[in-house]
């Protein structure tokens, strides 16, 4: 099981996000254009993947947003335990 992630402030990158991510889409505002081969996503700085979920202290500290797709296709962005509108 893959854990989405987007940066809520800066794109990603070895200084900006926790060890052990992988980089799913590129984001709007052009990072990676060397990364063709990966879809430009809906968020600003992409979308990067973890294979375990990182607690909230990490969420918070690395300025994250975590993304939850739903398998009929509707995404909910979660932000602690509440929902954004």
Do not use: N
């Amino acid at each position: 099981m893959k854990y989405l992630y987007t940066p809520r402030y800066r794109p990603p990158s070895h200084a900006t996000l926790p060890p052990g991510w992988t980089l799913e889409e590129r984001g709007t505002l052009g990072h990676y254009p060397e990364r063709r081969d990966l879809p430009v996503g809906l968020f600003r700085f992409g979308l990067v993947s973890y294979h375990w979920k990182l607690p909230f202290d990490f969420v918070e500290k690395w300025e994250l947003q975590y993304i939850d797709f739903q398998p009929d296709g509707i995404m909910d962005c979660v932000k602690g335990g509440g929902r954004f509108a």
